[in-house]
């Protein structure tokens, strides 16, 4: 049964405004998204209202998901500081799991630590983020190698694409389904090549753009984490969109992350914007497992000369420099780029390959460090 945009304003003009005012009459409502069951928009209010408007949020989501047909619901609360105002008061810890206004990522005041929120995901041993500071330098490829070399090593693994404007794991994995629910309302993420894998890229088409201000992005990573059946694993590898912003936040506030793998190219300009990386999860104290080097030489297939296309040796300098394991260098292969294309990621479809032992061989570095966290677990 199809949703449609008039069936959820319906349903949305039920519920009052904190000023008594129909929802759909307070001028708050962003553009609704509604197609094959799943419905996302969001609540724009002023951020000195944003603790009246939390349960109003709360109705809403419940509102919408009682709609026949409805399947996915995403809602989000939109707190916007106006112009020469000063700042609300912190949100009690005691609010809605998973709607945060845009300031919720700042230290409260008070000194309480923002990481106080962390949790550990049910049947989950380790989260490990998958993280480069600009985009364009192979990093969801990688993440998707990497979990696939963390499987080859007798791991359960899942994968979590966290990139909310470009999704890359549904066209790496050549996936293209809609996740089902079970019967705790809880997605069931899609199953290839032995691994557990959630994508923003399941639940939306693949041209639609993901016009969204940073706090729907982070209620879309809470609820990718928190919403999802992921079932008894060693490992969940997040393959994060690039930067350092709310997605990263996001996902430090919510669960204790065990590690960061930094992908980086050995080009000056890449390795400048992976210090980023670095010093942000520094910052939030999440412990680097490693840089790689990607696309680190190009190795002719013809007579075998080696080439530095865009230098060579940057990202281990880098981390010799910072004292951090550096797990690898991959290099700019045809064989690469095309696996990824056609959806049979290489450490799958060659796995007897000079390249998926590379990545193997990451993988075995990230799981010894690893090992005492999955073991107690």
């Known amino acids: 049964m199809s949703v449609t945009q008039q069936q959820v304003l319906d349903s949305l003009a039920r519920i009052k405004s904190p000023r008594g005012v129909a929802l759909t009459n307070a001028?708050?409502?962003?553009?609704?998204?509604?197609?094959?069951?799943?419905?996302?928009?969001?609540?724009?209010?002023?951020?000195?209202?944003?603790?009246?408007?939390?349960?109003?949020?709360?109705?809403?989501?419940?509102?919408?998901?009682?709609?026949?047909?409805?399947?996915t619901v995403m809602v989000?609360?939109?707190?916007?500081?106006?112009?020469?105002?000063a700042p609300p008061p912190p949100t009690p810890s005691r609010g809605t799991p998973g709607v945060q206004p845009v300031h919720a990522h700042k230290p409260p005041q008070g000194g309480a630590s923002p990481m106080a929120r962390q949790s550990e995901i049910p049947g989950v041993a380790?989260?490990?983020?998958?993280?480069?500071?600009?985009?364009?330098?192979?990093?969801?490829?990688t993440a998707l190698n990497l979990a696939l070399g963390l499987r080859d090593l007798?791991?359960?693994?899942?994968?979590?694409?966290?990139?909310?404007?470009?999704?890359?794991?549904?066209?790496?994995?050549?996936?293209h389904d809609k996740p089902?629910?079970?019967?705790?309302?809880?997605?069931?993420?899609?199953?290839?090549?032995?691994?557990?894998?959630?994508s923003i890229g399941f639940l939306v088409e693949e041209e639609?753009?993901?016009?969204?201000?940073?706090?729907?992005?982070?209620?879309?990573?809470?609820?990718?984490?928190?919403?999802?059946?992921?079932?008894?694993?060693?490992?969940?590898?997040?393959?994060?969109?690039?930067?350092?912003?709310?997605?990263?936040?996001t996902l430090a506030q919510n669960v204790p992350l065990k590690g960061a793998v930094i992908v980086s190219t050995p080009q000056d300009l890449s390795l400048i914007d992976a210090?980023?990386?670095?010093?942000?999860?520094?910052?939030?104290?999440?412990?680097?497992?490693?840089?790689?080097?990607?696309?680190?030489?190009?190795?002719?297939?013809?007579?075998?000369?080696?080439?530095d296309i865009f230098g060579h040796g940057g990202a281990r300098h880098e981390a010799e420099k910072l004292g951090v394991p550096f797990l690898g260098e991959i290099p700019l292969h045809m064989a690469i780029r095309?696996?990824?294309?056609?959806?049979?990621?290489?450490?799958?479809?060659?796995?007897?390959?000079?390249?998926?032992?590379?990545?193997?061989?990451?993988a075995g570095q990230v799981r010894d460090q690893l090992k005492g966290v999955i073991a107690a677990a």
């Open 126 to 141: 380790a989260v490990i983020a998958v993280a480069s500071g600009k985009g364009g330098v192979g990093k969801s490829t």
């Open 27 to 71: 001028n708050v409502l962003s553009a609704i998204s509604a197609a094959e069951g799943k419905v996302f928009f969001s609540i724009n209010v002023d951020a000195a209202e944003a603790r009246a408007w939390e349960s109003v949020r709360a109705e809403a989501e419940a509102a919408v998901r009682a709609i026949p047909g409805v399947t």
């Open 154 to 175: 007798g791991l359960k693994v899942g994968l979590l694409d966290a990139d909310i404007y470009g999704p890359s794991v549904p066209r790496l994995t050549g996936l």
């Open 76 to 85: 989000a609360l939109t707190a916007e500081r106006k112009v020469g105002a």
């Open 180 to 198: 089902e629910l079970n019967d705790q309302r809880k997605m069931i993420p899609l199953r290839r090549f032995g691994l557990a894998i959630m």
């Open 338 to 362: 095309a696996t990824s294309d056609a959806g049979n990621p290489l450490v799958d479809s060659e796995p007897d390959g000079p390249h998926a032992a590379i990545y193997r061989a990451m």
């Open 275 to 307: 210090r980023r990386g670095l010093a942000m999860f520094k910052k939030v104290n999440v412990p680097v497992l490693g840089i790689v080097e990607n696309m680190s030489y190009f190795q002719c297939p013809h007579c075998g000369t080696k080439s």
């Open 208 to 249: 639609t753009a993901m016009i969204w201000r940073g706090p729907m992005v982070m209620s879309a990573v809470t609820q990718m984490l928190r919403d999802v059946e992921w079932g008894q694993l060693d490992v969940l590898v997040v393959d994060m969109p690039p930067g350092t912003g709310d997605a990263q936040l």
